[in-house]
């Protein structure tokens, strides 16, 4: 009599039901030892147990065991409890089944679907191949569920991911909910305040490190809190880094809003994550506490946004960076430094320069930039604290009338506007038909009118919330003075100030600058408003 050496081999995936006692791991077990039981002519060998893994792929840690055991002539018979625990992928799962398996000399057995290859009446093709395809198709009933339910959870602003962003930590409640973890989250308030003060991404990891602040993944493992695994995790020296306050500087879960859906599998057979487009994310505000202030938030990604050189130390961006611009070609100015007689003189200039185009490049030293900047905005922000002092004695009501009527036509315009452009574009293929535009212009012109009524859309959007804000009494008037209001006794300018107040600086020549500040718009609306509104109050 043949002695067969044979496998268990147990799978049980995450989307089973484990309310169902039929699929856990210690049921298949006594399953398959009762069945041995009976046949003294297989001899159990070994066990392997894929735990949490999709029976749709055969990239499984045990499976692989096991075929690495076959094919070193370790096993010649393997036992499972039914056909879908070694797959639910039928092609792949029918190649093991006639082609493999064979091959190897491995004698298999699905104990409940009566199939024993010793035995070819016990499991004809036919009876095999319906069970493969009604396994396949109740894996992909599965993952369509699945995606369904986690599709709907994200739209909720519940938390579907398996890692809560350094920071935060899954509500022992509602693990759907991320709650603030205080000591990472003044770590992460830190990086914040040091990017506005003028650090660069490589001085706060130095700082941090120097510090002995333990970055985010040495944080969750000291803890024992969940991490990802493999790749950089598995490096001893998880020191902080530039890339790492970066990835934190970028991710907008610090402001409350869950931002979810980035990556995707295309088709339930795939393990491969692709990511997706910005506009197929699920983005949910206020979904749970925020750590930093959107103001701030916006803030450091317009730095990011900006040409931010540092000093060649590495430590601090320079105080003018990205934001000063040659008022001749547009270029962004650089700080240079020069020394003489043992001392340093700073200065910037249009690096463009007369041989490269710029006509008129302009050379402006860095304390009388400086000196010129502080009494413009200290102006600026005074005018700011008097506005605020004459809307506070006029009928906010009024405003907001004059401020709705004003986003409502502004709407209106881009609406029509939209309304033609896509009706330019609807009649593009059948100019293109007709002759009158050949494949190219055609390709152009969509293209063109594709990205116009983007632009159009996002702008109507736009003033439709700023529109509501100011119906629901939640203008943002008090937030754009606010921002000045903090800087009313400014004595020395620091990279901070600069960021918040100033939008660009534009040199026009060596004693002429044009200074565009941060909400100017909003500061201008609101003086055009008061005038009106004054008049009506004196008559």
Not at 242 to 256: K, M, W
Not at 260 to 284: A, C, I, N, T, Y
């Amino acid at each position: 009599m043949q002695v067969y050496k044979a496998a268990k081999y147990i799978r049980l995936s995450y989307t089973d039901d484990k309310s169902n006692e039929s699929n856990s791991v210690g049921n298949q077990r006594k399953l398959i030892e009762d069945f041995v039981s009976r046949h003294p002519e297989i001899e159990l060998v070994s066990e392997k147990v894929d735990d949490g893994y999709s029976g749709v792929i055969f990239d499984r840690p045990a499976f692989k065991e096991m075929m690495d055991d076959i094919m070193e002539g370790k096993i010649n018979c393997v036992i499972v409890k039914d056909l879908s625990r070694l797959g639910r992928e039928y092609i792949e799962t029918g190649r093991y089944m006639r082609r493999v398996f064979p091959a190897y000399g491995v004698r298999f057995i699905a104990i409940n679907d009566n199939i024993d290859t010793l035995n070819e009446s016990a499991g004809d093709d036919l009876t095999v191949s319906v069970k493969n395809i009604m396994n396949e198709a109740y894996a992909r009933d599965i993952s369509i569920k699945t995606r369904s339910s986690l599709e709907t959870k994200r739209k909720n602003g519940d938390f579907v991911g398996a890692f809560p962003v350094y920071g935060y930590r899954k509500s022992e409640d509602n693990h759907n909910l991320l709650v603030v973890d205080e000591y990472a989250a003044q770590v992460v308030r830190s990086i914040f305040r040091m990017r506005l003060e003028g650090f660069s991404p490589y001085a706060i990891a130095n700082e941090l490190n120097r510090l002995g602040t333990l970055s985010p993944l040495a944080y969750k493992k000291y803890y024992g809190l969940p991490h990802a695994k493999k790749g950089y995790t598995d490096r001893k020296d998880c020191r902080w880094s530039a890339n790492t306050v970066t990835r934190i500087l970028q991710d907008e879960t610090y402001t409350g809003t869950l931002v979810q859906g980035r990556k995707g599998s295309q088709h339930f057979k795939l393990k491969e994550m692709e990511s997706r487009p910005s506009s197929e994310w699920v983005r949910v505000e206020n979904a749970h506490e925020a750590i930093i202030d959107r103001n701030d938030f916006d803030l450091v990604q317009r730095i990011r946004n900006l040409d931010t050189r540092t000093s060649p130390q590495k430590d601090k961006v320079y105080l003018f960076s990205g934001i000063l611009v040659c008022g001749c070609c547009g270029s962004r100015m650089v700080r240079k430094t020069n020394r003489y007689k043992d001392k340093e003189y700073h200065y910037y200039y249009c690096p463009t320069g007369k041989k490269n185009g710029c006509a008129h490049p302009v050379m402006v030293k860095e304390h009388e930039l400086m000196e010129c900047v502080r009494d413009s905005l200290k102006g600026f922000i005074a005018n700011v604290v008097s506005l605020d002092e004459i809307l506070s004695g006029i009928d906010q009501s009024r405003i907001n009338r004059e401020l709705i009527k004003e986003y409502s036509r502004q709407i209106a315009q881009n609406e029509q506007q939209l309304e033609q452009i896509r009706q330019y574009k609807m009649k593009l293929y059948e100019s293109m038909v007709n002759g009158f535009l050949d494949k190219a212009e055609f390709l152009y012109n969509k293209s063109s009118y594709s990205a116009r009524i983007t632009q159009l859309e996002q702008a109507v959007a736009a003033l439709k919330e700023k529109r509501t804000d100011v119906m629901e009494n939640r203008s943002e008037r008090n937030r754009w003075i606010e921002n000045f209001r903090r800087f009313s006794d400014l004595e020395e300018l620091d990279r901070k100030a600069v960021i918040q107040l100033v939008q660009v600086i534009t040199v026009l020549g060596k004693d002429e600058l044009q200074i565009q500040f941060n909400y100017q718009d909003e500061y201008e609306k609101a003086l055009a408003l008061i005038t009106p509104v004054q008049e009506r109050m004196v008559v």
